[in-house]
């Protein structure tokens, strides 16, 4: 038996409001998939916070490529940006930062509701973010 996957690309400007797109998008393209609801609310507060690091990390006109795969199991997405990049030293999973810091919140949260997570970057060539979450719901059946 030859498991498939569906798949959604998305390619955006680096803009706050094109978020919300990507996430509109996502959630037809999961339902429409079998992703049942509370998989895919982790998984797009995951996605959210993926976006709203490029966009504001990047610091690069160059688009944001998102590619989002649904498979029997689980649901994956890359958000790979062409900006400055950074040294990525993951290192253990941090704690959050305390209720009045205003920043820090980004990767512990995509840590936190993903099984799947991944980060690779180099100064001067970009960032590339996995995340992914294996599929828990009874509803998770993908329609292929």
Request: charged share 35%; with cysteine; proline share 0%.
């Given at each position: 038996?030859?498991?498939t996957e569906a798949v959604l690309d998305f390619k955006i400007p680096p803009l706050p409001h094109l978020a919300r797109v990507v996430r509109e998008g996502v959630v037809d393209?999961?339902?429409l998939n079998g992703v049942?609801?509370?998989?895919?609310t982790h998984f797009l507060t995951a996605l959210g916070e993926a976006l709203a690091n490029a966009v504001e990390h990047a610091r690069s006109d160059a688009p944001i490529e998102v590619e989002v795969r649904i498979g029997m199991e689980r649901i994956l997405a890359s958000v790979q940006d062409a900006g400055v990049g950074f040294v990525a030293d993951l290192g253990p999973e941090p704690d959050l930062p305390s209720l009045d810091a205003e920043r820090g919140r980004g990767l512990p949260i995509m840590r936190r509701c993903c099984d799947i997570f991944a980060i690779t970057s180099e100064p001067g060539k970009g960032t590339v973010v996995l995340i992914g979450r294996y599929l828990r719901s009874d509803e998770a059946q993908v329609v292929a």
């Open positions: 038996m030859t498991c393209f999961a339902r049942g609801d509370d998989d895919l």
